[in-house]
């Protein structure tokens, strides 16, 4: 989820006229953007630490993340052919459905067969490639519905591209944040993918019902809701013990 989806919030850019009361909300966006993108910021962390090497984590992350922010620069240019090809929203959702389902049934099939804690890392692994690649088209997904939203309701190109660029970076940090803390709280990885499905389900909603109302508080409450439950079992940072017996 991304800020610019919320249309009251978008409202608020829209009145700044000048320069100097745009610069005075820029902190609320920052901020805002920062727990908006927590959904993506956990499927992509999840992503990244599926490449199996962990000196690998940054620099996936970095190529990843690049990419993602040229892939959100051409959908800003292409936003109004999005809103007219609902076909497109579909396929964002059709992939973060997949992108659920990928992360939850290899798991419950693993458990089935009893498989040892080493093979079913092997095979929850990816190739860095892989994992480049998944990472921009995730954000890309998570994006389309955002922007064309955005675009929809405002004709500030410079506020939607700053939106981009702002969600980038903030992405790049608050996924570093999360790929450590996915090995602190283990519930936190389960609770990100609810979200993701939760957008997925919502875009779905958008595209075959466009009509109908899905209120913004809603969709706040649903993924503050999921995060609170993610944060809220707490194991001993593995990492820590590690450099400890060391």
Request: charge should be negative.
């Amino acid at each position: 989820m991304d800020i610019t989806s919320l249309p009251s919030l978008t409202d608020l850019f829209e009145g700044a006229d000048q320069w100097r009361e745009v610069l005075s909300l820029l902190p609320v966006f920052v901020l805002l953007e920062l727990i908006l993108s927590a959904d993506n910021a956990v499927a992509l962390a999840a992503i990244a630490r599926s490449n199996g090497q962990p000196e690998q984590e940054k620099l996936a992350l970095n190529v990843g993340i690049g990419m993602a922010l040229v892939l959100r620069i051409g959908l800003i240019v292409l936003a109004q052919w999005v809103l007219q090809n609902l076909w497109v929203q579909v396929l964002a959702a059709v992939y973060l459905g997949w992108l659920v389902l990928d992360h939850f049934l290899p798991r419950s099939a693993s458990d089935g067969k009893d498989a040892s804690t080493a093979e079913t890392k092997s095979v929850r692994q990816r190739s860095f490639l892989k994992t480049v690649v998944l990472l921009g088209f995730t954000d890309l997904a998570f994006s389309i519905d955002s922007v064309a939203a955005a675009v929809a309701i405002s004709d500030q190109v410079i506020l939607i591209t700053a939106g981009a660029v702002i969600g980038i970076v903030a992405l790049r940090f608050t996924s570093a944040l999360f790929i450590r803390w996915l090995d602190i709280y283990p519930r936190l990885e389960t609770a990100g993918f609810l979200a993701v499905a939760f957008v997925a389900i919502r875009l779905m909603i958008h595209v075959l019902l466009p009509d109908l109302n899905q209120p913004d508080w809603f969709t706040l409450l649903v993924v503050l809701a999921l995060f609170s439950w993610g944060f809220s079992i707490r194991t001993a940072d593995p990492r820590k013990s590690e450099s400890h017996a060391c």
